[in-house]
């Protein structure tokens, strides 16, 4: 099944970029990953999703355009230009583990806590 | 606007049983599978389980199964989650969550609602 791996936390100074990296396990770089936005005491909040071609779809409602994404092998990787002070967060990715018929589960990392400095 | 609001949670004892509750509004909730996500104190998220939009399919981590069950009442925009024979390692916030596109199936689609969570506690 797939597995998500993602660094604990990480920091930028105001107005700087940042990049975080979820990495899928061996075995599954043809899958989709979303991402998710939880600031402190909040519910989660979808960003995006990602594939190796890219955007998948479109943001999620009033996502700032300094956020994007792109992916590559078993990498998806989100960025935040002009990090803002709202931007702090956690940030997790997650997988959908088959569709329809055929879904057995919905898989998410252990989240990327954003620091702005 | 699509809004989630969910009730229900509390503290019960160890084997105790509980039901949350969700009420959506702001979209046609038939439409649309839905999920409940936990995260624990602190922790992470997991999905819980999930139900196609038409009631007629569902599904459950392993860590719950057996033990919990997803409905829903497309007449009032209602999903429930009925917690059976509980534990201290199911406490957490659960979040109800409604996915993006409305072929009512499970899965190949992002989460793009959440609702804010309702705490469940489970202690002696």
């Known amino acids: 099944q797939p597995a998500l791996t993602q660094s604990p936390s990480t920091s930028a100074s105001l107005g700087a970029s940042v990049t975080l990296t979820c990495t899928l396990n061996?075995?599954?770089?043809?899958?989709?990953v979303d991402w998710y936005q939880q600031r402190p005491g909040k519910g989660p909040r979808f960003v995006m999703r990602?594939?190796?071609?890219?955007?998948?779809?479109s943001k999620g409602d009033g996502i700032p355009d300094r956020f994007s994404v792109w992916g590559s092998g078993l990498n998806r990787y989100l960025s935040i230009n002009n990090i803002q002070e709202e931007d702090e967060s956690e940030y997790f990715c997650?997988?959908?583990?088959?569709?329809?018929?055929?879904?057995?589960?919905?898989?998410f990392g252990g989240g990327t806590k954003v620091s702005v400095l | 606007e699509v809004q989630l609001l969910e009730s229900g949670g509390g503290l019960v004892q160890p084997g105790g049983s509980l039901r949350v509750s969700c009420a959506g509004s702001?979209?046609?909730?038939?439409?649309?599978?839905m999920d409940w996500v936990r995260q624990a104190p602190g922790k992470g998220l997991e999905w819980v389980s999930g139900?196609?939009?038409?009631?007629?399919?569902?599904y459950y981590a392993d860590s719950v199964k057996g033990r919990f069950t997803i409905s829903r009442d497309n007449s009032k925009n209602t999903l429930s989650l009925q917690m059976n024979s509980l534990r201290a390692d199911d406490t957490a916030i659960y979040y109800c969550?409604?996915?993006?596109?409305?072929?009512?199936?499970?899965?190949?689609?992002?989460?793009?609602?959440w609702g804010q969570g309702t705490l469940v506690t489970v202690s002696s």
């Open positions: 139900i196609s939009g038409d009631g007629g399919s569902t």
């Open positions: 969550a409604k996915e993006r596109w409305n072929d009512g199936a499970v899965g190949s689609t992002p989460i793009d609602y």
């Open positions: 061996s075995g599954y770089s043809d899958y989709k």
């Open positions: 702001g979209f046609s909730f038939s439409a649309y599978a």
């Open positions: 990602v594939g190796t071609g890219g955007i998948v779809g």
């Open positions: 997650g997988v959908d583990h088959g569709s329809g018929s055929n879904f057995v589960e919905k898989v």
